[in-house]
């Protein structure tokens, strides 16, 4: 579940966001935060392999709810 | 993990929310506390005779709080602790005008976006320079006044005010002026008539700001709210909220957290050896000392949580502190860990309300203490520890003083 390896797909719900920047913070190369709003800003839907783990974690601390993981397909590797 | 849900929860005497800390370490929560964290969700009898809840596990402390069912309005609850400035009332007035921690959406939002943008990592990160240089002259002025001062006055207190004045505009000229306020405010020795009376002169201080900032704006966040929509006592308001929201809990978490560190040899030790710890060690602190709590929530309805139902019209306290000492959650939870992952701690609450300045209180952290060590080496307690005075019933938890001492630095002959 938590491997690597396995695609990662990402969604953020610019509407939930509450702005406390969780996530900018904890992959800040998966995610941004805009500078009208401050609300999140998704750089990176498909992360690669060596963020995915710090953009799993950021969907879990954001205190709004606002990054859904997507199940992706599973790869046959 | 099962908890037992079929026993009566009711059968027994509800407990009252334990304060008194001072009777052990003075980082850990009281221990009539810890003692109820057994079940996440319990019975809590509320000083004005309310039976409502007490939250202490830490997934059942995120559901509380993310949930939009549970409100933060002032009006629907019932508080977990005695309230002196309340007087003789008895029913909780709304939040006054700008105090957005007691709304709920739409009105909440209508603030917390017009904020959020000016409290971005990005942005907070540009101020780590000013929050070096407020330090630097903070720990300046300590050095000369030394050895032998108060670290909350010297320090703990000083670098968030500082840094709250340059974020609202206030002018170099006002900021011995609006500290004295201020230190008034939050002063826990002085009574409530006097706090009263600072509170009035710093809401009147804020007002006059904001009448400066619309006539003449400048660059600072107060300059830049003057043009959204909000009313001159709205942003007065909001003034207020944030440098309450700003100053004690950032100064008492320098403030407390240096005595932790140095209560900690080993910890303190492997910081000074790697600065690169800094971040970690702030997020530990932050956990371990849990100084903002508890949040209290009123259930609009029935709401169930860890298999608890909770009825609409009750009060739901959740206690951060033992929230962020949940073994399920933190293994060894009462060890001071500098290495361990503290992430996920509930210290700046969770939902909607997560505190806006959290990263700005991050950055004043991670600035601040290695700074002091670096330029202490020898930096102690002036006082045998158990004689460090503790903010007993205060809303944020921390020290009332803290005496340190050092080996003053040789004279180098310039
Ligand atoms: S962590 Fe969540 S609430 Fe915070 S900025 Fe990111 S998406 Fe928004």
């Known amino acids: 579940m938590n491997d690597v390896r396995e695609p990662l797909r990402l969604s953020v719900d610019r509407e939930r966001c509450v702005g406390a920047g969780m996530c900018a ?12 709003e401050g609300l999140t800003v998704l750089l990176h839907p498909e992360p690669a392999p060596e963020h995915r783990a710090a953009a799993r974690m950021a969907a879990g601390l954001c205190p709004a709810g606002a990054i859904a993981l997507i199940p992706t397909e599973p790869t046959d590797s | 993990m099962s ?81 002196p400035a309340l007087g003789e009332m008895t029913e909780i007035p709304p939040a006054p005008v700008g105090d957005f921690l007691g709304l709920d959406a739409p009105e909440h939002t209508r603030f917390r976006r017009l904020l959020t943008g000016k409290f971005t990592v990005r942005r907070m990160r540009q101020l780590a320079e000013r929050v070096e240089q407020f330090t630097a002259e903070c720990l300046d002025a300590m050095e000369q006044d030394g050895p032998v001062v108060d670290l909350v006055e010297a320090f703990a207190r000083p670098v968030p005010a500082l840094m709250i004045c340059e974020l609202l505009g206030v002018s ?67 003034g207020g909220v944030l440098l309450a929201a700003g100053l004690d809990t950032t100064a008492n978490m320098l403030g407390l957290g240096t005595f932790a560190l140095l209560s900690n040899p080993d910890q303190l030790e492997a910081l000074r050896a790697d600065p690169g710890l ?57 060890r001071f860990d500098i290495h361990r992952k503290a992430t996920g701690h509930v210290a700046f609450g969770h939902g909607a309300h997560q505190c806006l300045g959290q990263q700005l209180a991050r950055v004043e952290m991670t600035v601040a203490f290695p700074a002091l060590f670096a330029r202490f080496p020898g930096l102690r307690l002036a006082v045998p520890p158990e004689k460090v005075p503790l903010r007993e019933h205060a809303n944020i938890y921390g020290v009332v003083s803290l005496p340190v001492t050092w080996d003053p630095a040789p004279w180098n002959g310039e």
């Open chain 2, 278 to 334: 800094a971040e970690q060690t702030v997020e530990e602190l932050l956990r371990y000392l849990s100084v903002a709590d508890p949040i209290p929530r009123a259930a609009l309805e029935d709401v169930e949580v860890e298999g608890q139902l909770i009825k609409a019209g009750e009060t739901v306290t959740v206690s951060v502190q033992a929230a962020n000492r949940d073994p399920h959650k933190f293994p060894d939870p009462d």
């Open chain 1, 25 to 36: 913070l904890t992959a800040p190369e998966v995610f941004d935060q805009d500078d009208e």
């Open chain 2, 3 to 83: 908890y037992d849900t079929t026993a009566d929860p009711t059968a027994d005497e509800p407990p009252i929310l334990p304060a008194d800390r001072h009777t052990g370490c003075p980082f850990d929560p009281p221990a009539g506390l810890t003692a109820l964290s057994d079940r996440p969700v319990r019975r809590l009898r509320y000083p004005d005779g309310h039976v409502g809840w007490l939250a202490t596990g830490h997934a059942a402390a995120r559901a509380v709080l993310s949930d939009p069912r549970f409100s933060s309005r002032y009006e629907l609850m019932h508080m977990p602790v005695p309230m």
């Open chain 2, 172 to 238: 170099y000229a006002d900021r011995d002026r609006f500290q004295e306020h201020v230190a008034t405010l939050f002063d826990q020795a002085t009574d409530v008539a006097a706090r009263a009376e600072a509170y009035t002169a710093v809401h009147h201080f804020i007002g006059e700001l904001v009448a400066a900032k619309r006539a003449e704006p400048t660059d600072d966040l107060l300059s830049d709210l003057t043009t959204s929509d909000l009313t001159d006592e709205e942003l007065t308001g909001v």
